[in-house]
């Protein structure tokens, strides 16, 4: 089996995931794509949990909240198990996992980031990362939370042999997986 490893960059409800292998300095993307994390009759509330609350009464607003978080881990797991099946019936191993995660929350409750409108944007932003953190984590795999950066020349020039798309997402996720093979 190759050793490869999954590379995820979070959006609002959906992730590109990006697999790929590297040894030394090759590197190769052995799968892409785009991945909903919300089911479609669940898109108005679990898409972005914090503006979905904004403006009801605060037992609503916590309730919607909580579910759109336990929303995001069922679906996140779901999809991880989805990406591990995949890459072991194309007979790869999964070494790790990354995903680009920005700096973490403070320990703000729900009616304190419905407060700030910066704090709901936050607050969703970390929401889809923490869950595919958690997701790779219950599937006893290394998960490593990346910064975004500016991929390596290596991971940009990647597009032009494989096609489009190869977007800053792509390359992104790319990134993490390649961070998350060497960390």
């Known amino acids: 089996m190759r050793r490869a490893a999954l590379g995820w960059k979070t959006h609002s ?24 994390l919300v089911d479609p009759a669940d898109v108005y509330w679990a898409k972005q949990p914090y503006h979905a609350a904004e403006g009801l009464d605060r037992e609503d607003a916590r309730d919607v909240v909580k579910r759109a978080i336990a929303a995001a881990k069922r679906s996140a797991a779901r999809e991880m198990r989805a990406a591990l099946a995949r890459a072991r019936e194309a007979e790869l191993a999964i070494a ?26 936050k607050a969703e932003g970390v929401l889809w ?15 490593v939370a990346v910064r975004e950066k500016k991929p390596e020349d290596r991971i940009a020039r990647l597009g032009k042999a494989i096609g489009p798309p190869w977007g800053a997402d792509q390359k992104q996720a790319a990134s993490a997986a ?3 093979l060497t960390i």
């Open 13 to 36: 409800g959906w992730a590109a995931l990006v697999v790929l292998a590297a040894e030394g300095r090759t590197i190769e993307v052995l799968d892409r794509r785009r991945v909903e």
């Open 96 to 121: 790790a996992c990354g995903v680009v995660a920005g700096a973490p929350m403070p320990a703000w409750s729900v009616d304190e980031i419905l407060a700030v409108h910066f704090r709901m944007h």
């Open 129 to 143: 990362s923490d869950a595919l953190l958690g997701a790779a984590a219950a599937c006893e795999l290394r998960a």
């Open 178 to 180: 390649l961070s998350s």
